[in-house]
């Protein structure tokens, strides 16, 4: 089963510097024409480019994608100076499958490039375009909605004598006008309502009136500066490095390791010396850590999105962890050319230090066809990671694999307690060999969903595993046999007391599997099966509805804006604020967007967790603040920014605005506990797959509002 935690640790060992007190601009946009002199009816192009950080990616303007992630968009000012030909191109965007809108995409790396061609019409030529856009990481999982403003207005227009001046005073009539227009931009709406002095919840007239003593205005959250801490998620490779370490160990359990481990020590104890025993194992772990080293620059963080998501490198993946575990059950042997292992060999026996490196080398070729599948599996676990991920894993592995040859080197009396070789041998590659085939599936799931093949939904991604474990059950109790189960122990069918605890956990995590068939989340799985919209029967999802929430009164927006798992609440800040003063309750912000996969992500997997549920419907009052909502408010409702001095006319740009102007910080997902008299009680928590650091989080949130209301 260790192998199948190395593959659950991938991408969350990533070491990810978040700090939650910060403005995040990820991409850097510059823009300009294809040429800064032209004519009257002539056309040229208008260039946008965006220079986007390391390990964030940008969505480009064009893909088919209803409901999904926010598309690059430029909204061009009509004006008679110019004209439109054509629509914006995005040039050479990279294309990703987005597993949580379960659509194709498009995306930019590092440089992003659209372009517009226009023609000229007049020599007053000013051209303005309002630009939105969201780029996401790879790493933290958090993502980012920008917008802005470019003004054209420097590209030189040689006029035509027979230019038409009326247009030049049509020209410059609008553009007062528009000036005069701009003025009345500049006023501002604040957040007020005005609020009965004994309001009653609603829904619950057992509970007595609540007064409220706070001010009629809202003005959005304070955030205390003694809550603000550098709270940064980290995550060394410690986690990486034990699973490594345990892989190495089980290499040494296989068929073609285990009995060499005499060999090696006989030949050291015969004519060797401590000193070469030590380098031996030195050796073991340089030739490992060498092969990691030699792989790291293609295992970097650029790869991770392309590696996770391409259909490609995942059905070569799939494929080779198939035949990776068919060699273990025994269908056939991966072996290296014999030519290859003799040429080493004859090195080895030359004698002194390097006769010593030339013999450990001897080694890892000759346990290769066992140790292989393991160390491609690291390989594979450390792709997409950080650059010393696969040279940690590599060494950890190493490590495991020499630490037994050198201290049975140095203390050969060691030999006695260890047991003989035998069939046993052979079980544990079998044992791993049915793990393999079982990893496979994950990556022809993501292929799968890519081409909408709807030939590994989850319930048959789980009926596959379901098999596989029984099968490993069944055959650590000696229901079977497999091609190298030979000898004695193969005709004894008696099982011993290790094989039956065995049986038990493995025939435990088939119970645990079972519930997935019919909705139950696996929180632990989530990552690695096809997502629960795939499930044909969601039993779990009835379920909901039950046990809703009491708010106060009908939220607005609630048409066409939702919350997951039967919440009840809110999509306006100000309501909802009104809500938690009504019921005495602290707020519970999520600043989310539509567009925003890993806001959808926390939903599933940890919102979903029944303690966080309970506490969300039970201990808050709950609002969603979609930062990319399009719907445009009534004009009353306007107001200029603080922060960029602009009109926010939507539901989107305001709640960006709050978040930007109140918390100093502008991804999603964001989570804020706030009090009723709006103060912020707890540092604001980001991504986190961890359900047990939400529920502190919210614990942590509830025991303040109660100290201090």
Avoid at 622 to 631: E, F, G, I, P, S
């Amino acid at each position: 089963m260790f192998v199948n935690r190395i593959i659950l640790v991938i991408g969350w060992l990533l070491c990810t510097v978040t700090t939650y007190t910060q403005v995040l601009n990820p991409s850097k946009w510059s823009v300009f024409s294809s040429t800064e002199t032209t004519k009257i009816g002539n056309e040229l192009d208008l260039i946008f480019s965006a220079t986007i950080d390391n390990n964030w990616y940008l969505y480009s303007s064009e893909f088919n994608c209803e409901d999904g992630p926010i598309k690059t968009t430029f909204s061009f000012t009509p004006n008679a100076s110019y004209q439109l030909v054509g629509s914006i191109k995005a040039i050479n965007p990279l294309d990703k499958h987005d597993e949580n809108f379960e659509c194709d995409v498009k995306i930019f790396k590092k440089k992003a490039e659209f372009r517009q061609r226009i023609k000229i019409l007049s020599t007053k030529l000013k051209i303005t375009v309002e630009y939105e856009y969201q780029v996401c990481s790879d790493l933290t999982g958090l993502c980012v909605p920008g917008d802005g403003e470019f003004v054209f207005d420097n590209i030189k227009i040689e006029a035509k004598k027979s230019e038409d001046r009326s247009q030049k005073i049509e020209d410059e009539s609008k553009g007062d006008r528009k000036q005069e227009l701009g003025d009345e931009d500049e006023q501002v709406s604040s957040f007020k309502f005005q609020v009965t002095d004994n309001p009653s919840i609603v829904g619950d007239s057992t509970k007595p009136a609540i007064s409220i003593r706070y001010p009629v205005s809202i003005s959005g959250p304070i955030l205390d500066s003694s809550l603000v801490k550098d709270q940064t998620q980290s995550q060394s490779l410690w986690g990486f490095f034990i699973l490594s370490f345990l892989a190495g160990l089980a290499a040494l359990l296989t068929p073609c390791v285990f009995p060499m481990i005499p060999m090696t020590v006989s030949f050291f104890t015969g004519r060797g010396t401590k000193f070469q025993a030590l380098v031996y194992g030195f050796s073991i772990i340089l030739i490992y850590t060498l092969i990691g080293a030699v792989l790291a620059p293609l295992m970097g963080p650029e790869t991770a999105n392309h590696l996770s998501t391409e259909w490609i490198p995942n059905m070569i993946f799939f494929s080779v962890f198939i035949v990776f575990g068919l060699s273990f059950l025994g269908l056939f042997e991966i072996t290296l050319p014999g030519s290859v292992i003799n040429r080493v060999d004859q090195q080895a026996e030359k004698g002194g230090l390097a006769g010593v490196f030339f013999m450990a080398f001897t080694l890892v070729l000759v346990s290769f066809s066992c140790t292989g599948p393991l160390v491609g599996s690291i390989l594979v676990s450390s792709a997409g990671g950080e650059f010393l991920k696969p040279i940690v894993g590599m060494f950890a592995f190493a490590l495991a694999f020499a630490i037994p040859f050198t201290l049975f080197a140095f203390f050969p009396g060691w030999l006695k307690s260890l047991p003989k070789s035998g069939g046993w041998l052979n079980t544990v590659k079998v044992v791993l060999g049915f793990i393999e085939i079982a990893l496979a599936f994950k990556f022809l799931s993501i292929a799968d969903q890519a081409f909408h093949w709807r030939i590994l939904d989850r319930e048959i991604n789980l009926a596959i595993w379901i098999v596989i474990a029984l099968l490993i059950g069944i055959y650590l109790m000696k229901g079977f046999r497999m091609p190298g189960d030979t000898g004695k122990d193969a005709e004894d069918k008696t099982v011993s007391v290790l094989r039956i605890s065995l049986a038990m956990v493995v025939f435990t995590f088939v119970m645990y599997l079972v519930p997935g068939m019919w909705g139950a989340p696996l929180k632990a799985l989530a990552g690695y099966l096809p997502p629960m919209s795939t499930l044909d029967f969601n039993l779990l999802s009835a379920n909901d509805k039950q046990n809703p929430n009491q708010i106060c009164d009908t939220p607005k927006y609630s048409e066409f804006l939702h919350l997951p798992h039967g919440i009840n609440g809110y999509f306006d800040y100000t309501q909802a604020m009104m809500c938690a003063r009504q019921q005495n309750k602290p707020l519970f912000i999520d600043f989310t967007g539509h567009g925003c996969t890993n806001c959808r992500e926390m939903e599933a997997r940890v919102w979903s967790d029944p303690q966080v549920l309970q506490r969300l419907k039970n201990d808050y009052v709950v609002v969603a603040l979609y930062v990319d909502d399009k719907t445009i408010l009534p004009e009353s409702a306007w107001y200029t920014s603080t922060y960029d001095k602009k009109v926010k006319k939507t539901i989107g740009k305001q709640n960006a605005d709050l978040q930007i102007a109140k918390l100093n910080n502008n991804a999603q997902p964001f989570y804020v506990l706030v009090g009723t008299d709006e103060r912020v009680l707890v540092s604001p928590k980001p991504y986190d797959l961890k359900a047990e650091n939400f529920v502190k989080f919210l614990d942590e949130g509830k025991r303040r509002y109660n100290e201090l209301y």
